[in-house]
T-cell receptor, first 115, second 114 residues
Framework: AQSVAQPEDQVNVAEGNPLTVKCTYS??????LFWYVQYPNRGLQFLLKYITGDNLVKGSYGFEAEFNKSQTSFHLKKPSALVSDSALYFCAVRVAGAGSYQLTFGKGTKLSVIP | EAGVVQSPRYKIIEKKQPVAFWCNPISGHNTLYWYLQNLGQGPELLIR????????DSQLPKDRFSAERLKGVDSTLKIQPAELGDSAVYLC????????????FGEGSRLTVL
């Protein structure tokens, strides 16, 4: 079975400071990893993904994430937080391999950027 | 380009009543998903379509839930009869490449069952 853990229900950060939203995963095999963001009363929007290659992936709105296989982590980062980054962030994992389409989401982390 | 369109955005019904949600995916996306999102939780897959074929419906409660995707484009998710525990947001998503590609989500249909 595959799973995603987002250990922090909420993360607070001051505007202009760096932010990190944590994600760890568990899969039987190699992972495909995704980050999505959800603004209030909206659907989820794709931010970035790791499929293969460089462990540091860059995505939308200045976000990036680092795949760490030994720690089974895929933390989301941004060098300088904006108030508009305040939203709900979801990490998701799918196991790489033919025929595997099941995408499992974490419970989400609420990010609040304080002006 | 239009995104994934869902309707209605909000629905309030009495328990035991039927309800239906509609989804129009992004043009050219052959894979369509219905997800359930409870408050404070991540989305959980209900059903996945490849064109008009339901290829993964293992999480769909088939005693009261049904879905269809006629002609491989629009899709409808139905609940009959609705129960109090069905109150949630029902998200539709589509993707061009269901394996490595990202999903594009609609804004969701929020159901309240009284």
């Amino acid at each position: 079975a595959q799973s995603v853990a987002q250990p922090e229900d909420q993360v607070n950060v001051a505007e202009g400071n760096p932010l990190t939203v944590k994600c760890t995963y568990s899969v039987s095999g190699n992972p495909y990893l995704f980050w999505y963001v959800q603004y209030p009363n909206r659907g989820l929007q794709f931010l970035l993904k790791y499929i293969t290659g460089d462990n540091l992936v860059k995505g939308s709105y200045g976000f990036e994430a680092e795949f760490n296989k030994s720690q089974t982590s895929f933390h989301l980062k941004k060098p300088s937080a904006l108030v508009s980054d305040s939203a709900l962030y979801f990490c998701a994992v799918r196991v790489a391999g033919a025929g595997s389409y099941q995408l499992t989401f974490g419970k989400g982390t609420k990010l609040s950027v304080i002006p | 380009e239009a995104g994934v369109v869902q309707s209605p955005r909000y629905k309030i019904i009495e328990k035991k009543q039927p309800v239906a949600f509609w989804c129009n995916p992004i043009s050219g996306h052959n894979t369509l998903y219905w997800y359930l999102q409870n408050l404070g939780q991540g989305p959980e897959l209900l059903i996945r379509y490849e064109n008009e074929e339901a290829v993964d419906d293992s999480q769909l409660p088939k005693d009261r839930f049904s879905a269809e995707r006629l002609k491989g484009v629009d899709s409808t998710l139905k609940i009959q009869p609705a129960e109090l525990g069905d109150s949630a947001v029902y998200l539709c998503a589509s993707s061009f490449d269901g394996y490595t590609g990202e999903l594009f989500f609609g804004e969701g249909s929020r159901l309240t069952v009284l």
